[in-house]
């Protein structure tokens, strides 16, 4: 098939989309000016960052009528994310400014008082439009959309669904008690609001639909009367999942090569290697490893290079290519980790970290995940009274990228005080494991450098600190749990919860399956990561799964098939 165009305007990674769909066997040109668009059988437009700075580039760049043109000849569109919204007349994310209006309707952000925004995650497409046609295995095909399968979305800003444009909507969403329409289809337009790219084989399913599909229309060709309009389902809970995520911690080896290893203690930090008989403790190659965890059902990998807080010039960031070749086969969200800071290259050459997450964004990550330099940057700002700098790494990629991309992994260890008095700038919590002399208090310190300084700011201070300047998610570790098998720290994180409204991720200390189910019983965490007892095959992603879904835990099961 010729004529398939890619609309992008450089905001994010849209590397993923390509390699899905060269996956598919497509290939895909990029449009360089307005006169491609017109030139184009099909175009895909990845909308990505916020619905203001696309409109204003597609309008900067003169794509704005060209695409109402290609749209109105009836030939194939598809909008993902901000490209759907984009076929709006407006978003509450920027009032000012105007969609293409192309469906009637405004994007509205989401109520936040009785859920976590940003919407980020696998959650359910129940289609309203139902197909009286079935394929060999007798399921209703939408588009590829099939009943029962998850997609990822990441998003605070949604279309609610309406009534009035029901023949627009292909599938609603549920989320806390808010439905929004998660895929729009008429004609020759399609859209969705979850990232098919990113959705692993039920996201390459709607992909393959939309390549494969010929004529007017991106259903399979159905007589119109034959599709019947249902009402959207309000459940009493949305089916939002609990996401498990494979984390790798990737550090050079002493034959130079990129391995993953896992110290068993954090206290391997201060030593020059996290070593075995001499060896870098290799747990298999990055690459191979991340496939092996998609191919295994993990919802999101992240990459952490933990040599990071080594001076690395920003041509030789190693894990550029490791992201590079991993986005080709693992299509689910990647987070890249380590080393997201100021550079200074041996020639003196500044780049910022905006800059450095940039050129990481655009091999494929999507999401960074800052640590020392997030710790560095609450310290300023709580020295400044708590005025906004705007020049933080934080601030500046949340800004560029939006705040779903900015990921805090905080580094804390417990410090073990007689009583709250001891340490009055600090937040105290009473805990039920006592310190080594009884102590029954105790504050987090945060730290940097990979554990190996302690700083005069808790994880409280840390994460409130982080959410006001504008990160999305926070990657919660806790060094006294790191590697000990022994089950998370739940006091950590239940405090945590509490004083963020941002998605919270529990990290450290999974021995068995039971520390999954417990972390999701016993605190709100969106998601549970986990190192040693993947890398080292004690126990498969899928066991954890089917442990959780046996309790009724909502997870995402995939159905690898095209
Ligand atoms: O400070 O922005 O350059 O980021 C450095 C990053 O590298 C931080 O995210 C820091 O947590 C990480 N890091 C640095 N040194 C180490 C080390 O282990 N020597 N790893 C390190 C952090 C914690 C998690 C681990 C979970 C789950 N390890 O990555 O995977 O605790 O472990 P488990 O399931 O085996 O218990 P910057």
């Known amino acids: 098939m010729g004529g398939l165009y890619l609309l992008d305007y450089g905001a994010g990674n849209v590397r993923s989309l390509v390699n899905a769909v060269n996956k598919l066997g497509y290939e895909i040109e990029w449009i360089k000016e307005p006169g491609d668009i017109l030139k184009a059988e099909k175009l895909i437009f990845p909308g990505v960052g916020a619905f203001g700075s696309a409109m204003q580039l597609l309008v900067e760049k003169n794509y704005a009528e060209p695409l109402k043109q290609f749209i109105a000849s009836r030939k194939q569109f598809m909008g993902i994310c901000v490209g759907l919204q984009a076929l709006f007349e407006g978003s509450e994310e920027n009032p000012n400014i105007s969609g293409l209006g192309i469906i009637p309707g405004t994007v509205k952000l989401f109520n936040k008082d009785d859920k976590v925004v940003p919407h980020m995650g696998w959650n359910e497409a129940n289609c309203i439009k139902e197909i009286k046609y079935k394929n060999e295995l007798g399921q209703d095909i939408h588009c590829g959309i099939k009943p029962g399968s998850v997609y990822y979305f990441v998003h605070s800003y949604a279309v609610p669904y309406n009534e009035k444009i029901k023949e627009w909507i292909l599938s609603t969403t549920q989320y806390g008690d808010e439905i929004f329409i998660s895929s729009i289809q008429k004609d020759n337009v399609f859209g969705t609001q979850f990232h098919p790219e990113k959705s692993g084989y039920a996201g390459l399913r709607i992909l393959k639909s939309f390549l494969e599909s010929s004529g007017n229309n991106n259903l399979v060709v159905v007589d119109d009367k034959k599709i019947i309009m249902k009402n959207p389902t309000i459940l009493p809970k949305d089916r939002f999942r609990k996401r498990i995520i494979a984390c790798l911690d990737v550090r050079t080896n002493d034959h130079g090569d990129l391995v ?16 075995t008989n001499g060896q870098v403790r290799n747990l298999g190659k990055p690459v191979d490893l991340a496939r092996r965890y998609f191919d295994e059902g993990a919802d999101e990998i992240t990459f952490l290079n933990i040599t990071s807080f080594r001076n690395c010039p920003l041509v030789d960031l190693p894990m550029l290519e490791i992201l590079k070749r991993t986005s080709e086969t693992v299509f689910v969200p990647l987070t890249i980790g380590g080393g997201i800071r100021d550079i200074i290259d041996p020639d003196g050459k500044f780049h910022s970290a905006l800059e450095v997450a940039g050129e990481y964004f655009r091999s494929g990550a999507d999401k960074v995940s800052i640590g020392s330099d997030a710790v560095y940057a609450v310290e300023n700002y709580l020295a400044n009274n708590k005025i906004l700098s705007g020049r933080t790494a934080i601030e500046t990629i949340a800004h560029a990228y939006g705040s779903q991309a900015v990921v805090i992994s905080v580094d804390p260890k417990r410090i073990y005080v007689n009583s709250p008095d001891d340490e009055p700038n600090h937040h105290v919590i009473k805990t039920s494991y006592p310190g ?57 994180i239940n405090d945590v919860k509490k004083a963020v409204r941002i998605p919270v991720i529990a990290s450290s200390g999974a021995g068995k399956e039971d520390h999954f189910a417990e972390v999701f019983a016993k605190t709100n965490v969106e998601a549970a990561l986990a190192a040693g007892i993947f890398h080292r095959r004690e126990i498969p992603i899928k066991h954890v799964k089917n442990y959780l879904k046996e309790r009724y835990i909502l997870i995402r099961d995939e159905d690898p098939s095209l």
């Open 436 to 492: 080594p002399n009884g102590e029954p208090w105790c504050w987090y310190q945060c730290t940097v450098k990979g554990g190996r300084e302690g700083r005069d700011i808790d994880v409280h201070q840390l994460v409130t600190s982080c959410e006001a300047m504008g990160a999305g998610e926070i990657l919660l570790n806790c060094m006294d749990k790191d590697g000990t098998n022994s089950g998370y720290d739940l006091e950590l």
């Open 260 to 275: 993953v290893t896992k110290g068993d203690q954090y206290d391997v930090r201060e030593r020059t290697t996290d070593i």
